[in-house]
């Protein structure tokens, strides 16, 4: 385990892109999701600075090294009439683990909620990261049981998005 001293938890800025980008490789190397990497750094950095942003990022930083990342985006709740958090990612690289890093990611997730009068922050966690799962739990979150994520990706997608709609 490496130790960290001076840690900043800092929005990411159009520099950070290849290095944010970098971390998001790892996380996907960790999830042994590596092969489903598609993206690269320039569509990262106009999803996250361009003419329309999509997505926020934070970098968590010690001695000038960008050590982790949280990304999220806005929702919606219909049933409070309130905007959400969506944190897409949160990872930490493994040698900089269980220093507390990860709680001030989501911590600084949870501030941002809150200033902006956000009424839920929610995220998904794979079945099989046991560690994260105890993890989100001490930090106050329900895993929901009940739930199950929907996807449409790639031709699925472009299937979907073709039909033609019937009208009444």
């Not at 969506?86 to 507390?100: A, K, M, N, S, T």
């Not at 709680?103 to 501030?111: C, D, E, I, P």
Request: with cysteine.
């Amino acid at each position: 385990m490496t130790s960290c001293s001076n840690l900043i938890v800092r929005c990411a800025e159009p520099a950070d892109c290849s290095v944010l980008f970098k971390l998001i490789e790892g996380l996907a190397e960790y999830e042994k999701l590596s092969h489903a990497i598609t993206g690269n750094a320039l569509a990262l950095k106009e999803h996250l600075f361009g003419s329309r942003r999509y997505v926020e990022a934070i970098l968590a930083e010690s001695a000038d090294q960008a050590i982790g990342f949280a990304l999220f985006f806005h929702n919606y709740s219909t049933f409070l009439t309130k905007p959400g958090i969506y944190l897409e990612d949160l990872f930490v690289l493994p040698e900089y683990r269980r220093q507390g890093i990860g709680k001030a990611l989501l911590t600084k997730v949870a501030q941002i909620a809150v200033e902006r009068d956000c009424g839920r922050l929610e995220w998904s966690v794979l079945d099989w990261n046991e560690s994260a799962q105890a993890f989100y739990r001490s930090m106050g979150a329900s895993i929901l049981d009940d739930w199950r994520i929907c996807r449409v990706t790639e031709d699925a997608l472009t299937q979907l998005g073709s039909v033609k709609r019937i009208h009444n």
